[in-house]
T-cell receptor
Framework: QKEVEQNSGPLSVPEGAIASLNCTYS??????FFWYRQYSGKSPELIMF????GDKEDGRFTAQLNKASQYVSLLIRDSQPSDSATYLC???????????FGKGTRLSVIA | KAGVTQTPRYLIKTRGQQVTLSCSPI?????VSWYQQTPGQGLQFLFE???????NKGNFPGRFSGRQFSNSRSEMNVSTLELGDSALYLC????????????FGNGTRLTVT
């Protein structure tokens, strides 16, 4: 059973701080890693994806991947109240296998 | 480019009935996946279709079925509804199968009474 684990939260951070969201996965053969944001009552929207070890930056977001430790994280710099949402980590073994999602971490950014 | 379109947005059914949900993928996307989302279980994979063929199937009972048409539109059907089938059903499409992210529709909120 392939598993993706996330701390359910809530993770509370003050406005302007860095929010750090973490995810671990069980399938060592995983190749592709995605972060989605889901506002309450809405569908998930893609924030970032990462395929190689290291960091990938996109605006205020940085995804970090460590395949040896089977660990992927998302950093949100200068957090805003509008970042308050549930963040879902998703992992894929190959293009022919389904994405497996974690249950998400609820982030609350306090103004 | 239009996104993934799911209809209907909301459904209320009673136990024992059946329901059909529809999904139109992003133009040019040939892969369509369905997920069930509940507060307790999170997003759980139902099935994936590619070029009218089921590529992958999750661990759901046979009451859950789906199909894909030649225009890539997809439907999923749930027969003999149970209270536990109440959930948000999400459809997602992707372009190239390898490595590309899923793009989700707005979902269908199914309530079984």
């Amino acid at each position: 059973q392939k598993e993706v684990e996330q701390n359910s939260g809530p993770l509370s951070v003050p406005e302007g701080a860095i929010a750090s969201l973490n995810c671990t996965y069980s399938d060592r053969g995983s190749q592709s890693f995605f972060w989605y944001r889901q506002y309450s009552g809405k569908s998930p929207e893609l924030i970032m994806f990462i395929y190689s070890n290291g960091d990938k930056e996109d605006g205020r977001f940085t995804a970090q991947l460590n395949k040896a430790s089977q660990y992927v994280s998302l950093l949100i710099r200068d957090s805003q109240p509008s970042d308050s949402a549930t963040y879902l980590c998703a992992v894929e073994n190959s293009g022919n296998t389904p994405l497996v999602f974690g249950k998400g971490t609820r982030l609350s950014v306090i103004a | 480019k239009a996104g993934v379109t799911q209809t209907p947005r909301y459904l209320i059914k009673t136990r024992g009935q059946q329901v059909t949900l529809s999904c139109s993928p992003i133009s040019g996307h040939r892969s369509v996946s369905w997920y069930q989302q509940t507060p307790g279980q999170g997003l759980q994979f139902l099935f994936e279709y590619f070029s009218e063929t089921q590529r992958n199937k999750g661990n759901f009972p046979g009451r859950f079925s789906g199909r894909q048409f030649s225009n890539s539109r997809s439907e999923m059907n749930v027969s003999t509804l149970e209270l536990g089938d109440s959930a948000l059903y999400l459809c997602a499409s992707r372009g190239r199968v390898e490595d590309s992210p899923l793009h989700f529709g707005n979902g269908t909120r199914l309530t079984v009474t």
